[in-house]
């Protein structure tokens, strides 16, 4: 989850994030660069070191066309191949539905059992000793870790969003549609999201867990879930 | 005086490249660089199971509660 006086993103849980940090420092450097070069251009104006009395600029006129057209392509290649990375068919060991309501998430394991179960906020009022304010729920989605897991999402009355930026997911929960997205969670642990899309009153008081474990407790877990 | 603005716009375009560059690897180095060691490190000698364990007998984890 994120600290208080977090300015960045939080660890990356899945390769996918991992690739998205390291695209955002990329986009950010870019950005940086552009920044200071105008900066540079700007305070050497408004101290007169320069003026923009010119008559003829053909020169720079191709050089300000070119260098624009070069860094968008610096962007556009690495963003692209992280789409194509993000929608690779990767066969999926466990398909599960999150389904949006005011205000809670229905989960839905239908891979093997039946199992079904909806994950409501814990009020503060009810929250353990060092225990998340606003962030836990009664019950977590639980995922086997290192594992692909296909995840669809839906709503069942106003739009919501299934987040968890840990593992770079977001995807819109749109009613009378099916969204689907997918992650693996590189290593065990807790990792928690928030909605996504204004749904109403208690859009903040949403939140989705995903809790990645071993294969064996996430057999046991979903047998005792189910009966 | 001759050409003095051509001389100077010259010297400046040059020298807020070379600002701009000099930010851009500053950040690649200062920052991109080392998250991209910290999590190859992180990563190089990861124990799952070690650091599943130690999650289960902290008592947080709500499908492995511990013994």
């Known amino acids: 989850m994120a600290d208080y006086s977090q300015f960045g993103f939080q660890d990356a849980s899945?390769?996918?994030?991992?690739?998205?940090?390291?695209?955002?420092?990329?986009?950010?450097?870019?950005?940086?660069?552009?920044?200071?070069?105008?900066?540079?251009?700007?305070?050497?104006?408004?101290?007169?070191k320069l003026s923009s009395s010119t008559v003829d600029a053909q020169e720079i006129e191709l050089v300000w066309t070119i260098l624009p057209a070069i860094v968008l392509i610096l962007l556009a290649l690495p963003s692209l191949q992280i789409l194509y990375m993000m929608d690779e068919v990767n066969e999926p060991d466990l398909t599960l539905k999150a389904i949006g309501h005011q205000w809670y998430w229905t989960y839905e394991y239908t891979d093997l059992k039946d199992l079904t179960f909806d994950s409501?906020?814990?009020?503060?009022?009810?929250?353990?000793?060092?225990?998340?304010?606003?962030?836990?729920?009664?019950?977590?989605?639980?995922?086997p870790m290192e594992s692909p897991v296909r995840v669809i999402v839906t709503a069942d009355d106003v739009l919501h969003s299934w987040a968890v930026p840990s593992l770079?997911?977001?995807?819109?929960?749109?009613?009378?549609?099916?969204?689907?997205?997918s992650f693996t969670a590189t290593r065990p642990g807790i990792f928690y999201g928030?909605?996504?899309?204004?749904?109403?009153?208690n859009h903040s008081f949403m939140p989705i867990v995903v809790e990645s474990t071993t294969l064996a407790d996430f057999e046991n877990w979903s047998s005792l879930m189910s009966s | 005086?001759?050409?003095?603005?051509?001389?100077?716009?010259?010297?400046?375009?040059?020298?807020?490249?070379?600002?701009?560059?000099?930010?851009?690897?500053?950040?690649?180095?200062?920052?991109?660089?080392?998250?991209k060691r910290a999590y190859a490190e992180f990563y190089k000698n990861y124990d799952a199971m070690k650091d599943f364990q130690a999650m289960k007998a902290a008592g947080v984890l709500e499908s492995a509660p511990p013994k």
């Open chain 1, 120 to 143: 409501y906020m814990v009020p503060t009022t009810d929250l353990p000793l060092g225990h998340f304010r606003l962030l836990e729920v009664d019950h977590r989605v639980i995922v």
């Open chain 2, 1 to 35: 005086m001759r050409r003095l603005l051509a001389r100077r716009m010259k010297f400046h375009l040059l020298g807020a490249f070379v600002v701009s560059m000099g930010c851009a690897t500053l950040y690649k180095f200062g920052v991109a660089e080392p998250r």
């Open chain 1, 194 to 201: 928030q909605c996504s899309e204004i749904c109403g009153a």
């Open chain 1, 14 to 48: 899945s390769p996918v994030m991992e690739e998205l940090v390291e695209f955002h420092d990329h986009a950010l450097m870019v950005a940086l660069a552009i920044c200071s070069l105008v900066l540079y251009l700007l305070t050497m104006m408004l101290t007169e």
């Open chain 1, 168 to 181: 770079g997911v977001k995807t819109d929960a749109i009613p009378g549609r099916l969204n689907q997205t």
